[in-house]
């Protein structure tokens, strides 16, 4: 999608990204604060959260669901999203309300009272939420070991912190967190963005805050996996290692070939062949950075009885980019596929936004220099960041399942090789 980028700051120290995407009939506005789980005191881990779910309650709205029924009006959609870092909030309309929805943005960032009586019902909402995730074994095997990797509290733990959250508590976190300065945002459209811009610089946050700074959450490496019996026909599995440095962004598309030739589609080497030799139906592997560490993911399910060939397989075909025993073909393949790939998926303002909300963490890069870096990219340097990011001693493995902690400890041993440093 043909696009031109600008960063701005307005007056009252916001900072955001203003994305022209000529003859698109759609407006996307993404507003971002620092105020994600991080910020947080642990011991009510989901404080963000309920006051992401408490932000739809306003001076201008007071009654329950005013606000989201006033948004709905012409068509338009809005959601929020609180993770790690930052609360988020996420709006879409046609290009002709795109002022009025600007608008209605200030007043949800600007006027939320956080009643009481609405309060039990949030936090209703995000044990439900929780609940739901606690039900998802693949979520559960990723959960249990972020939680185990990183010091934070657990799925079941943050369902039990509910109900110390009071008004109070909302109110502080609120205040320390949405100020001008604490705020980014993405505005895309095909649009005069100084209308919109306007709105968001009147706002009336408070002013003189600076951006607030991110602790940094070591993760850690587990010695022992993270087991959880449940009576179901799959083995749910979550991998996970880190460099405990952020990649450069050369080094992650680089880390980031090499997961897509182990894993994207059936052209892949070790997808491709497990569903070739019918041993699972799907899996994910990832590589990512953030503001101080590089991480690579890896997850997915596979009945016990073939769990044992499966893992093998991994350990093999993992192996071979370890070791350097990547055809040169494959390799220039699996380039051309993530370069056709990307060109589908930015088809979307929905997706092109999401590229850039790196800018809230991390900074971003110009959009061309993605298909730059594939032309650049040598295998020896994917070879090379692949190996960096997996053999540093830092990782782990969770099970989700029908599996005593015998058989994870068996699985996990297949797999030490890939992950510890050569003596």
């Known amino acids: 999608m043909k696009h031109t980028l600008k960063e701005i700051e307005l007056n009252n120290g916001a900072k955001g990204l203003l994305i022209h995407v000529p003859g698109v009939e759609v407006v996307r506005i993404l507003a971002e604060f620092r105020a994600g789980f991080d910020l947080n005191s642990w011991d009510k881990y989901e404080l963000p959260h309920v006051v992401e779910h408490m932000m739809f309650t306003n001076e201008t709205y007071p009654a329950p669901r005013q606000f989201s029924r006033e948004i709905e009006r012409n068509g338009a959609f809005n959601n929020a999203y609180t993770n790690s870092t930052s609360l988020e909030y996420d709006y879409e309309c046609a290009h002709f309300e795109a002022e009025r929805i600007a608008k209605l943005l200030a007043i949800q960032i600007t006027e939320p009272i956080f009643p009481d009586d609405e309060l039990s019902t949030e936090k209703g909402n995000v044990e439900e939420e929780l609940n739901s995730n606690l039900s998802n074994p693949g979520r559960s095997a990723q959960y249990n070991l972020f939680a185990a990797a990183s010091g934070v509290p657990t799925l079941q733990t943050r369902i039990q912190q509910l109900d110390s959250i009071t008004s109070d508590n909302l109110k502080d976190h609120y205040q320390k967190t949405h100020t001008a300065g604490n705020m980014r945002f993405i505005v895309a459209g095909d649009i005069d963005f100084d209308i919109l811009t306007s709105v968001l610089d009147t706002a009336n946050l408070p002013k003189g805050y600076k951006r607030l700074d991110l602790p940094h959450i070591k993760t850690r490496h587990l010695e022992d996996p993270i087991v959880e019996i449940r009576d179901i026909p799959q083995i749910y599995y979550g991998i996970f290692s880190a460099y405990p440095k952020r990649f450069s962004y050369r080094e992650v598309v680089a880390a980031r070939i090499m997961t897509s030739l182990l894993s994207n589609g059936f052209s892949s080497t070790l997808y491709g ?26 997850g997915g399910a596979v009945s016990p009885e073939h769990a044992d060939d499966y893992f093998d397989l991994v350990r093999e075909e993992v192996g071979k980019v370890l070791s350097g025993q990547v055809d040169k073909e494959q390799f220039e393949s699996t380039k051309t596929t993530l370069r056709g790939q990307r060109a589908t998926q930015y088809q979307k303002l929905s997706n092109l936004i999401g590229y850039y909300d790196s800018y809230f963490t991390t900074g971003y890069e110009p959009f061309e220099y993605y298909d730059e870096l594939l032309d650049e990219i040598t295998l020896e340097e994917s070879q090379k960041a692949f190996t960096k990011l997996l053999k540093n001693d830092c990782w782990g493995v969770s099970f989700v399942g029908n599996i005593d902690e015998k058989q994870a400890s068996k699985y996990q041993n297949k797999l030490a090789t890939l992950f510890t440093k050569a003596s």
């Open 273 to 298: 062949t497990a569903r070739e030799r019918g041993l699972v139906y799907g899996l994910s592997m990832g590589a990512s950075f953030d503001t101080y560490e590089t991480g690579f993911t890896f």
